[in-house]
Nanobody, 124 residues
Framework: QMQLIESGGGSVQAGGSLRLSCAAS????????MGWFRQAPGKEREFVFG????????RYADSVKGRFTMSRDNTENTVYLQMNSLKPEDTAVYFC?????????????????WGQGTQVTVSS
């Protein structure tokens, strides 16, 4: 089993930045493709960013291009989502997830392990 715990969410004004962390235990993040998803009230869970096992494959949603970036620290067994130039439409609960498959998928059903989520609220 793998446990994922997100942190770093909060409330910021538009244009601000936040860095989310996802600390893993039970398994190593380097053995999984890791992804960040978000879900706003009344909407489906949406893929945000993903990174492959080796870190060489990265995939992200068009809506976050140039503003968000994802990284992984194998020593800390943690993945991060750096979010800059935040917009009100980025408001959502953000989840990290782990997928034992190859490559990076944007389909939430492919991810086996999920964190509990952290709230991000961006005000205009």
């Amino acid at each position: 089993q793998m446990q994922l715990i997100e942190s770093g969410g909060g409330s910021v004004q538009a244009g601000g930045s936040l860095r989310l962390s996802c600390a893993a235990s039970g398994r190593t993040v380097s053995s999984y493709a890791m992804g960040w998803f978000r879900q706003a009230p009344g909407k489906e869970r949406e893929f945000v960013f993903g990174i492959g096992r080796s870190g060489g494959i990265r995939r992200y949603a068009d809506s976050v291009k140039g503003r968000f970036t994802m990284s992984r620290d194998n020593t800390e067994n943690t993945v991060y989502l750096q979010m800059n130039s935040l917009k009100p439409e980025d408001t959502a609960v953000y989840f990290c997830a782990a997928d034992s498959g190859m490559g990076v998928t944007n389909l939430p059903q492919n991810y086996e392990y999920w964190g509990q989520g952290t709230q991000v609220t961006v005000s205009s």
